[in-house]
């Protein structure tokens, strides 16, 4: 089989507008290419649509907790890829919830963006900067 | 695909063995079962193979059933793993999302809920055909 060169591709599902931007301008930095979503119709079309190797989905959506079957959906889809999850608190129902889902992390509303980022990066084993080589082809 | 798919149940307490073995029994699955982490981890390291481990977690030493859950997920192929206890915590919940567990249920079990999952899980990892055990 032929390695195909292909961005790595992350999905971002939150309501909050700013959010998503903060979200999607770091995972760009760290050369993804991102598609962001504010409910669950348009992340289930994107995830019908792309492979993703990465997502940061809201458990809070619509209304409370209608993130988690989300990402449960998206690990049944690409099992391969890292699912994490943004909860107001990181208590026992909720790490309960992740573990059913089979979500990798999860990481509590006050966690500054970058720090999540960072996080999933360093689990996904992905420089968190870009290389030297893509480093001067952006030059 | 095994006709039976096995299973390794792990309590040290002598009813919640003997009450899982019979539902799942009945279930159609092949049951082996252990009273501590120990003998549980003697079992996986000698050559047997389980479909699904459903580990207790409070045995020998509290929350070593984490260290079952942790042995299991390096076996290849990797069995479903399952941790139902009754003394849930944020540290042994993160610690069982750590080891990437498939399924944390805290007793008082739901049987039904457990016996969805397991299909769920079993089916999904290509163990078992759909519809059956």
């Known amino acids: 089989m032929s390695a195909l060169a292909r961005q790595k591709m992350a999905l971002i599902v939150h309501p909050d507008l700013t959010m998503l931007s903060r979200y999607q301008a770091l995972l760009t930095r760290a050369e993804f290419s991102t598609v962001v979503a504010r409910d669950i119709p348009t992340a289930l079309m994107a995830i019908t649509q792309h492979y993703f190797e990465v997502a940061i989905i809201s458990s809070q959506l619509g209304e409370s907790g209608d993130g988690w079957p989300l990402a449960g959906v998206f690990h049944l889809v690409f099992p391969k890829s890292f699912v994490s999850v943004i909860v107001p608190g990181a208590d026992l129902l909720n790490l309960q919830t992740a573990i059913n889902n089979g979500v990798q992390e999860i990481f509590e509303e006050d966690h500054a963006p970058d720090a999540v980022v960072s996080a999933i990066l360093t689990a996904t084993a992905i420089p968190a900067t870009p290389s030297a080589r893509n480093r001067s082809r952006l030059q | ?133």
């Not at chain 2, 899982?20 to 082996?32: P, Q, S």
């Not at chain 2, 059933?65 to 399952?82: D, Q, S, Y």
């Open chain 2, 1 to 133: 695909m095994p006709e039976k798919p096995t299973l390794l149940i792990v309590d040290d307490e002598a009813n919640v063995l003997f009450t899982l073995k019979l539902v799942l029994e009945e279930d159609g699955y092949d049951i082996t079962t252990a009273s501590s982490c120990a003998e549980a981890l003697k079992l996986i390291h000698n050559a047997h193979q389980f479909d699904a481990i459903l580990t207790d977690l409070r045995m020998e030493q509290e929350d070593i059933g984490l260290e079952l859950a942790e042995a299991a997920a390096k076996l290849h192929p990797r069995p479903v793993i399952m941790i139902l206890t009754g003394y849930g915590s944020v540290e042994n919940a993160r610690g069982a999302l750590g080891i990437q567990v498939d399924y944390f249920a805290l007793k008082p079990l739901d049987l039904d809920d457990l016996k969805n999952a397991l299909h769920r899980l079993l089916v999904w990892r290509g163990r078992v055909r759909r519809g059956r055990a």
